[in-house]
C-alpha cells in the first residue's frame, strides 16, 4: 500500500489533534524520521505503531511500510516494520508541515 503524495489528488491528509500518538509518529515522520515498533515504544511511547500508522492513513497520510532485519533477545534473525513517509509528502507538507512541528513541540514542552 505504497501511496504516494500525488495520488491523494486534490485532499489534504488530515493533522491529528496535538498531544496525542498519531499527532507524535506524525512529527517523527515529517522529520524524515524511519520508525520501527522498539524506536516507536521508546521514543514515542507508542506501543501499538501498527494502529497509530492505521490512524494516521485513514486520515490520508500514505504511511510507507518496509522491513528492518533484527535480532531478538535469543540472538535469533527476525524482521519488523519499519513505517517512513515518502520524500515528496514531506516536501508538499511544506510550511504547513513544519507549523505542525512546531506546535506539536511547544504543547509538549508545555505539559
Same mark, same amino acid.
Not at 98 to 110: K, V
Given at each position: 500500500?505504497?501511496?504516494?503524495?500525488?495520488?491523494?489528488?486534490? !485532499?489534504?491528509?488530515?493533522?491529528? *489533534?496535538?498531544?496525542?500518538?498519531? @499527532?507524535?509518529?506524525?512529527?517523527?515522520?515529517?522529520?524524515? *524520521?524511519?520508525?520501527?515498533?522498539?524506536?516507536?515504544?521508546? @521514543?514515542?511511547?507508542?506501543?501499538?505503531?501498527?494502529?497509530?500508522?492505521?490512524?494516521?492513513?485513514?486520515?490520508?497520510?500514505?504511511?510507507?511500510? %518496509?522491513?528492518?532485519?533484527?535480532?531478538? *533477545?535469543? %540472538?535469533?534473525?527476525?524482521?519488523?516494520?519499519?513505517?517512513?513517509?515518502p520524500a515528496e509528502c514531506v516536501e508538499s507538507a511544506g510550511s504547513k508541515g !513544519?507549523?505542525?512541528?512546531?506546535?506539536?513541540? @511547544?504543547? *509538549?514542552?508545555?505539559a
Open positions: 500500500m505504497s501511496m504516494q503524495c500525488a495520488e491523494i489528488g486534490t !485532499a489534504q491528509p488530515e493533522y491529528p *489533534r496535538l498531544n496525542t500518538q498519531p @499527532a507524535r509518529l506524525l512529527v517523527a515522520l515529517l522529520q524524515s *524520521r524511519r520508525i520501527h515498533p522498539l524506536a516507536g515504544w521508546q @521514543a514515542l511511547g507508542i506501543y501499538r505503531l501498527s494502529d497509530t500508522v492505521l490512524q494516521l492513513r485513514k486520515m490520508g497520510w500514505p504511511v510507507i511500510t %518496509g522491513r528492518l532485519d533484527v535480532n531478538n *533477545r535469543f %540472538g535469533e534473525p527476525c524482521h519488523v516494520a519499519l513505517y517512513s513517509l !513544519a507549523e505542525y512541528i512546531a506546535d506539536a513541540e @511547544a504543547e *509538549r514542552q508545555a
